[in-house]
């Protein structure tokens, strides 16, 4: 029988990558947390009317991304493709609007059937705020400073902030005549995805990836050029507000994001370290999605981070920097001690010792094999544990266990095998935390 294989782009995440995962999930949480944001999680399936009005019709995560399919009921159903119609919809759904403005976040899933390649998968994960009655300048500044500050504490370097402003829908309305008047001219020199573009959705031509369709667009006139004066007003306002935080960044003019809601600020967070997939971070203002959706007109902010692309990125800084806070972050727990035993009463008591000692609050790893000691001391090694603790059916009858460092320089010595505080004590203190 052929070996079953996981479907392509969809990716199992080991305990290795799990362990990092966590870390930069424990650090967001905690950055969330003093900044004011709540928790939220919805459900990984939705109603397909919620993303082709929430994300819209012309996108291609709605045209040709999305995992859509009848349920038993006979319903269209969507695995969500990304967060935000979701997190506006519950928002919606239980009145949440209606006690003031929201500021949420999430993490989890998304999935989007696109071509697998690195950084690139159809099962993918996310890490994202919403700030939902937010229609302040300073609030555009705040959720920026918000990803940018948990990139700098994660120890990720080589990231560059792009910045545009979409403008009002007229501004866009405007700006769109404009871009397709121009690109009408040459349409037979664009590719051929970006000439289908031209009707459908002609901003997103300027996401286009094509080299050639890049150089022409050189030349076509930008979206800065079309802002009324209140759109270009707010603009500066946001630069102002991100220089006097210190944040740099770049104006981009071709800028635009590839779902269909945004307006005003739209930004990107790109790294060096990524090849062709280089946006580790995406968002803006949707201030017309929560009508969109059904609720009263209601200003709104917010962006994405793809964890995947965080961790490549991760990687790289600790490398680049192996003291660094990327390489504390992706380092793996190691134990503190690693119980080497053999022999019958050995065996149990080291049971008896590893519990003791975990409920100390102790990493512990036992060795169940059995093994001749050598063979147990030198996974004992493997393990990077600070101390083996060994066990013998001597050293239980005489109540003691023998302590053997491993990683430092130290004194094996010997302890009471039943005084685990004491023995927690030594263990503990060498820990180097
Ligand atoms: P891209 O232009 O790379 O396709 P996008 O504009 O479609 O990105 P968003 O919808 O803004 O991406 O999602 C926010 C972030 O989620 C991206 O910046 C990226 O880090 C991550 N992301 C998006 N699609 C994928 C995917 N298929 N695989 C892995 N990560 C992804
Ligand atoms: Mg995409």
């Known amino acids: 029988m052929s070996q079953l294989q996981s479907l392509r782009g969809m990716v199992d995440l080991l305990p290795e990558t799990l362990q990092r995962w966590q870390a930069v999930e424990a650090m967001a949480r905690q950055h969330f947390q003093r900044s004011g944001f709540g928790e939220i999680r919805t459900p990984l399936l939705e109603t397909t009317d919620l993303f082709c009005r929430g994300i819209g019709e012309g996108t291609d995560v709605v045209g040709k991304e999305m995992y859509s399919f009848q349920d038993r009921g006979d319903r269209s159903c969507t695995l969500r493709p990304e967060g935000t119609a979701s997190v506006v ?6 009145g949440l609007l209606s006690q003031g403005p929201q500021k949420l976040w999430y993490a989890g899933p998304m999935f989007r059937y696109e071509r697998p390649q690195a950084g690139r998968q159809r099962q993918f994960h996310q890490i994202g ?30 990231l560059e902030l792009e910045l545009n402003s979409l403008g009002t829908s007229e501004d866009r309305q405007a700006y769109r005549n404009a871009l397709v008047a121009w690109l009408e001219q040459r349409s037979e020199e664009l590719d051929p995805d970006s000439q289908a573009r031209l009707s459908t959705n002609p901003l997103r031509i300027l996401d286009s990836k094509n080299k050639d369709t890049q150089a022409l667009l050189e030349h076509a006139p930008t979206l800065t050029d079309t802002l009324c004066d209140a759109s270009r007003e707010r603009f500066a306002e946001v630069q102002r507000g991100l220089n006097a935080l210190g944040i740099p960044f770049r104006l981009n003019p071709r800028l635009v994001r590839g779902l269909d809601y945004y307006s005003h600020t739209a930004f990107e967070i790109t790294s060096d370290q990524l090849g062709a997939q280089a946006t580790v971070c995406g968002g803006g203002r949707y201030d017309g999605l929560i009508g969109q959706l059904g609720g009263a007109p209601t200003a709104a902010i917010g962006w994405a981070l793809g964890m995947e ?17 990327a390489a504390k972050l992706v380092a793996q727990v190691t134990p503190d001690a690693y119980v080497v035993n053999r022999g ?71 302890c009471d095998l039943d005084d685990l505080q004491a023995l927690s004590v030594v263990l503990g203190s060498s820990s180097g935390a």
Do not use: N
Request: charged content about 25%; glycine content about 12%.
């Open 89 to 94: 919809r519950a928002a919606l759904q239980h």
């Open 129 to 158: 705020v919403e700030w939902l009655g937010a229609d302040s300048a300073r609030s555009d500044v705040e959720v920026i400073a918000l990803a940018w500050d948990l990139l700098a504490s994660l120890g990720v370097g080589g």
């Open 309 to 325: 692309r965080l961790l490549l990125v991760l990687e790289a800084a600790a490398q680049a920097a192996p003291d660094g806070p």
């Open 344 to 414: 019958d009463q050995a065996s149990a008591a080291a049971l008896i010792l590893a519990r003791g000692l975990r409920a100390r609050g102790l990493v512990v790893e036992l060795d169940g094999s059995g093994a001749a000691f050598g063979k147990q001391f030198k996974r004992a090694d493997r393990s990077g544990a600070r101390w083996a603790l060994v066990l013998g059916d001597d050293e239980v009858d005489g109540r003691q266990v023998r302590l053997k460092p491993l990683q430092q320089a130290g004194e094996p010595q010997s």
